[in-house]
C-alpha cells in the first residue's frame, strides 16, 4: 500500500493546532493530503499556521474557537463544514497545564477557577468536539477520532498539575467507552499518551526537569512534536482499521503499556 | 513515508497466517527478507511466490526452539544481504488443553517455542542488528485477558510482553522493541475458536469483524517504521476494541 497520501481527500479538525503538538499534526495531515481546519483559541495562531500550510501548497484553513464553550465551538465547525466538508477525523489535542513560575500549584493552592477551566478545555472540550463532529461520520459509516491524553494520564509524571493529571486520565475512560459505542458504526477511537515532548508547555519549566526526564528515558531524548504527529496518521490511516479503545504512549520508553 | 528500502528482516514463523502478510507488506515496503519456519521445504514454496527472482527473499529452516538454529539463521542473514536491521519474532504455536488434562510435555513444548523461541532468535540477533533497528514481537492479546483451554499459550504471550518492555530498556536508545497484541485475526489459527463460539466473539467486538492478517502486519510495519522512531517498550492492540484495556 502507498503511503504517500494517506489522508487524500480526508477533512481534518485539529483541536488546539496553532501551536506545538497540533500544529505538527496539521502539518502531517497536510502532507499525506487531507484538508485541514486548523482550530485554536487564538485566531492570530490560527491563521499564521493555516497560511503556512496553504502557502507549502496544502489544503488548510484557520478557525478561532474556545473548545469550552459549545457555541462558539458549533459556529467554528460550520465554517468548517462549508469550507472543506464534513469532518472525517478530529484530533481532540487542545489542552492547558496552567504553571505558576515554571511549577503547576500544589492542591491547597489551587485556585477552583483554574481547576475548572483546565477540566473544561482539556475534557470538557473533547467532548463537545466529538459530539458536533460525531453525527456526520455516522451518517458517513466512517470517522477517528484520537484524543491527546498523556502520560501523565497513566502514571505519576514530575512538574504536573493534579488538574491536568486528572483531565488525561478521563481522556483515557472517554477514549475506550467512545470507541466500543462507535465501533459499530465503523468509526475508530483511540488517544496517545505523549510523553515528554518538546513544545512551548514543556520550555515553561526549569531546564534542569528536563533533562532529569531525559536521563529517564530509554531512548534518551525529548520527543519532538512530529514523533506525537506520525502516531495519530497511523491511528488514522486505513492501516489502523482493525486498531480501537486503545492508548499508544510516545514517550521513548519513559513509560511502557 | 513507511519504507524499508535496503533494510533487512529476519521473520520467524514465516508460515504463519500474519507472519505471511507482514513478509507480503516489508517486501513492498522494499525490505530484504530471511524468512524462517520449521519446515523448510514449506517455505521455500513462499519463497518463491513471495519473490520469483530470489534477490530479495531468503527461506531457511529454523527451530525456534533450538539455540544454534537462531544463530544459523542471523549468520545466513548477515552473510546473504550484509546487515541485519529488524526482527520479527512471529512463531507461535496454539494449542488447546484445560490445565487439568493438560500434559507436562505439551506445556514445555508451547512455552518453548512461544517464549523460548523468543529469547534464543533475539539473543542471537542483537550483536548483528544495526543501530536504528527495531524488533516487533508478536504477543497476543491472549497475555491480556487470559485464554481458557489456552493457558500455557497465554501464560508465553504474557512473558512475551514483559520480555520486550525489559528488552527496549537493554537496547535503548540503538534499537527499539515493541510488541503487538492481535486480537482475533482472521487466519486457520482462530477456526477452531470461531466455530465454536464466533458469534459471541463478534458481537463483543465494537468493530464486529475479525481482523485481518494484514491488518496486523500493517501494525508491525508501523513499529518498525520511522513513524514510531519515539516509540519503545510499548504493545499496540489490534482487535477491533474486543480488549480496550491496560
Known amino acids: 500500500m502507498t503511503t504517500n497520501s494517506s489522508h487524500a481527500g480526508r477533512v ?33 495562531r490560527a491563521a499564521l499556521t493555516a497560511d503556512e500550510l496553504e502557502a507549502a501548497g496544502g489544503t488548510a484553513i ?18 468548517v463544514v462549508h469550507r472543506l466538508g464534513t469532518v472525517d477525523i478530529l484530533i481532540n489535542n487542545a489542552g492547558i497545564s ?19 477551566r483546565v477540566v473544561d478545555v482539556n475534557l470538557t472540550g473533547a467532548f463537545l468536539a466529538a459530539k458536533l463532529v460525531v453525527p456526520a461520520m455516522q451518517a458517513k459509516g466512517w470517522g477517528s477520532i484520537v484524543n491527546m491524553s498523556s502520560v501523565a494520564g497513566r502514571t505519576y509524571f514530575p512538574s504536573i498539575g493534579v488538574h491536568y493529571a486528572a483531565t488525561k486520565a478521563a ?3 472517554f477514549t475506550r467507552h467512545l470507541a466500543g459505542d462507535l465501533g459499530p458504526h465503523g468509526i475508530t477511537v483511540n488517544a496517545i499518551a505523549p510523553g515528554r515532548i518538546r513544545t512551548p508547555l514543556i520550555a515553561s ?31 488514522t490511516s486505513a492501516d489502523a482499521g482493525f486498531v480501537t479503545g486503545q492508548v499508544v504512549d510516545v514517550a521513548g520508553g519513559w513509560l511502557m503499556t | 513515508m513507511i519504507g524499508f528500502d535496503g533494510k533487512v528482516l529476519l521473520l520467524t514463523g514465516a508460515q504463519g497466517g500474519i507472519a505471511r502478510a507482514t513478509a507480503e507488506r516489508f517486501l513492498a515496503h522494499g525490505a530484504r527478507l530471511l524468512l524462517t519456519d520449521l519446515d523448510g521445504t514449506a517455505l521455500e514454496e513462499l519463497g518463491r511466490r513471495l519473490d520469483p527472482t530470489g534477490g530479495r527473499v531468503l527461506t531457511m529452516a529454523q ?20 546487515r541485519l536491521d529488524l526482527l520479527v519474532t512471529a512463531a507461535g504455536l496454539y494449542p488447546e488443553a484445560l490445565v487439568r488434562d493438560m500434559p507436562d510435555d505439551e506445556w514445555r513444548r508451547v512455552i518453548a517455542v512461544n517464549l523460548d523461541g523468543v529469547f534464543f532468535t533475539t539473543r542471537a540477533a542483537i550483536p548483528a542488528l544495526a543501530p536504528g533497528g527495531a524488533i516487533v514481537n508478536v504477543a497476543s492479546m491472549a497475555g491480556h485477558r487470559g485464554s481458557r483451554a489456552h493457558a500455557h499459550y497465554a501464560a508465553a504471550k504474557g512473558a512475551v510482553t514483559s520480555f520486550t518492555r525489559s528488552l527496549a530498556l537493554e537496547l535503548a536508545p540503538a534499537i527499539r ?30 468493530l464486529g469483524r475479525l481482523g485481518r492478517a494484514d491488518e496486523v502486519a500493517d501494525a508491525v510495519a508501523f513499529l518498525c517504521s520511522d513513524r514510531a522512531s519515539f516509540i519503545t517498550g510499548e504493545t499496540l492492540h489490534v482487535n477491533g476494541g474486543l480488549h480496550i484495556a491496560g
Open chain 1, 205 to 235: 519549566v526549569p531546564a534542569a526537569v528536563n533533562e532529569a526526564a531525559i536521563q529517564a528515558t530509554p531512548l534518551r531524548r525529548l520527543g519532538e512534536p512530529i514523533d506525537v504527529a506520525t502516531a495519530a496518521l497511523w491511528l
Open chain 1, 12 to 44: 481534518v479538525l485539529v483541536t488546539g493546532a496553532g501551536q506545538g503538538i497540533g500544529a505538527a499534526i496539521a502539518r502531517a495531515f497536510v502532507a499525506q493530503g487531507a484538508a485541514v481546519a486548523v482550530l485554536d483559541l487564538d485566531h492570530e
Open chain 1, 98 to 116: 496552567p504553571k505558576h513560575d515554571g511549577a503547576p500549584a500544589p492542591i491547597d493552592a489551587m485556585d477552583e477557577a483554574e481547576w475548572r
Open chain 2, 177 to 206: 522493541v515493541n510488541a503487538v497484541a492481535p486480537g482475533l485475526i482472521d487466519t486457520p489459527m482462530v477456526q477452531p475458536l470461531m466455530a465454536a463460539k464466533g458469534e459471541q466473539l463478534l458481537a463483543q467486538t465494537p
Open chain 1, 171 to 173: 481522556l483515557i475512560g
Open chain 2, 63 to 82: 527451530d525456534v526452539t533450538v539455540p544454534a538454529d537462531a544463530l544459523r539463521a542471523v549468520t545466513a542473514a548477515v552473510e546473504r544481504f550484509g
Open chain 1, 62 to 79: 484557520g478557525v478561532a474557537a474556545d473548545v469550552a464553550d459549545r457555541a462558539s465551538l458549533a459556529a467554528a465547525l460550520d465554517r
